[in-house]
């Protein structure tokens, strides 16, 4: 049996467009779609989206998937030809016939879903902590004490927790509070950043605190630091696809506090799940139009402002109550701070 490289997963905001009858406006294929793609190890949805569409989340109109065929995944497998058909007036793909790739051990393996979208990029933010609530602050469990009073720890060194630390978990990452978050359109303050230092692991019973051992370092750990017990990364099973209802957000912040970003950068939008966003949520990027001022022959102070540009989409991949994280799919400059994001 060819082994599953990627999988359709479910896509609940199309299947309550098709369901609602929700107009939308006509498909837009890319500039150079081709014909036809055979799929190979390696390909994900997002990227054989892309070869066919301007908006790659739209893919299950392109398969003219009904509500009740959204619900069960189209597995596609390496060889597989896939077709692009324009004989009905409307853009759709369909299945062709296997192509052999060449000679390989056949192994037989249940199917194995993957993200829709590369998973290099965002696997370590997957299980980071990468938000906190205010109020969370005083319940968290803190670093007391070092391995011979260091100021700073590196791999391999004991650590010592406040005894508020489960010793059920034995797994646990390492955070020092980062900038606040806030919304520019109203300064209400959505959480604190939670800047990832490293992890650890206990290393002995609990009494007046818990001793840990140091796992990795990615920066300077030492007394005052947080800590949270540590959770799996969990792989993606959501089909790209906009939202059903107007969202409209900001870019509050590009992670590592770069000025800029582009391309696979990944940024916090100030909007969570109170505002209706889910994992596999695609916004669209625009930049705010310019205000300009002119004076022409007549001397007439003249002032425009222009229109606002969509340059760039992003993919909704972790969700916070009023805050989430996306990264950057596609963009044609560079993103900053302040740029706005809404339904595409």
Not at 85 to 114: A, F, H, Y
Not at 118 to 143: C, H, W, Y
Not at 263 to 271: G, P
Not at 308 to 319: Q, S
Request: charged share 25%.
């Amino acid at each position: 049996m060819r082994s599953i490289i990627f999988a359709l997963f479910l896509c609940f905001s199309t299947a309550a467009a098709f369901a609602q009858g929700a107009p939308k406006k006509p498909l837009e294929l890319a500039p150079d779609a081709p014909e036809r793609h055979v799929v190979v190890r390696g390909d994900t949805l997002w990227g054989i989206s892309s070869k066919f569409l301007k908006d790659p989340f739209r893919w299950p109109e392109l398969w003219n998937m009904n509500k009740d065929e959204v619900k069960n995944p189209h597995l596609i497998y390496p060889g597989q030809v896939l077709v692009l058909d324009l004989s009905g007036g409307n853009p759709r793909l369909r299945l062709g016939n296997v192509i052999k790739l060449g000679p390989e051990v056949r192994v037989e393996v249940p199917p194995k879903e993957i993200p829709a979208i590369p998973s290099k990029a965002i696997e370590p933010f997957l299980s980071q902590p990468l938000v906190i609530e205010t109020g969370e602050f005083d319940n968290v469990p803190r670093i007391v004490g070092t391995q011979e009073d260091r100021v700073f720890t590196g791999t391999g060194d004991a650590i010592f927790a406040t005894p508020n630390a489960d010793p059920a978990f034995k797994q646990w990452q390492v955070f020092r509070p980062g900038k606040p978050l806030v919304d520019p359109d109203n300064n209400e303050v959505l959480g604190i950043e939670a800047v990832y230092l490293g992890n650890a692991q206990t290393n002995g019973p609990l009494a007046d605190v818990l001793p840990m051992v140091l796992t990795s370092v990615k920066q300077e750990i030492g007394r005052g630091d947080y800590l949270v017990p540590a959770s799996r990364a969990m792989l993606l099973s959501y089909v790209p696809h906009a939202p059903t209802e107007e969202i409209k957000g900001r870019v509050i912040g590009l992670y590592n506090g770069v000025g800029e970003g582009g391309a696979t950068s990944i940024v916090s939008i100030s909007r969570g799940k109170r505002d209706g966003l889910e994992v596999g949520h695609v916004l669209a990027l625009y930049r705010t139009g310019a205000t300009v001022t002119n004076r022409f022959e007549d001397d007439k102070l003249l002032t425009h402002t222009l229109p606002d540009e969509r340059y760039g989409l992003v993919f909704i991949f972790r969700v916070f109550d009023k805050v989430s994280y996306a990264l950057v799919t596609t963009t044609n400059r560079s993103v900053f701070e302040g740029d706005r994001v809404q339904k595409p």
